[in-house]
Nanobody
Framework: QAQLVESGGGLVQPGGSLRLSCAAS????????MAWYRQCPGKQRELLAR???????SYADSVRDRFTISRDNAKNMVYLQMTSLKPEDTAIYFC??????WGQGTQVTVST
């Protein structure tokens, strides 16, 4: 299974933007689906966005039109561009690759 390492989290003001990156230890070109999840304090892990090897994407209603998932198979990277961030987006964000690889997570805090 792929080893995944997220980066790019941090503190941002409401309305701001961040880009999260997920670096895979090996080739992702053969991985059918990669995704981003998040876990808010006291809540279950939530699927935010997924991207297939074909490039097709899907999003949770809570982030659609604000977040964009992309993948660069040549670099073995997956990205999550986040815009119009809200305080309720504060969470630990995780990268996922089927069938079951998780990164360690990166903290995103949206606050003044």
């Amino acid at each position: 299974q792929a080893q995944l390492v997220e980066s790019g989290g941090g503190l941002v003001q409401p309305g701001g933007s961040l880009r999260l990156s997920c670096a895979a230890s090996g080739s992702i070109s053969s991985i059918d689906v990669m995704a981003w999840y998040r876990q808010c304090p006291g809540k279950q892990r939530e699927l935010l966005a997924r991207i297939a090897s074909s490039g097709s994407t899907s999003y949770a209603d809570s982030v659609r039109d604000r977040f964009t998932i992309s993948r660069d198979n040549a670099k073995n990277m997956v990205y999550l561009q986040m815009t119009s961030l809200k305080p309720e987006d504060t969470a630990i964000y995780f990268c996922f690759a089927v069938p079951g690889s998780w990164g360690q997570g990166t903290q995103v805090t949206v606050s003044t």
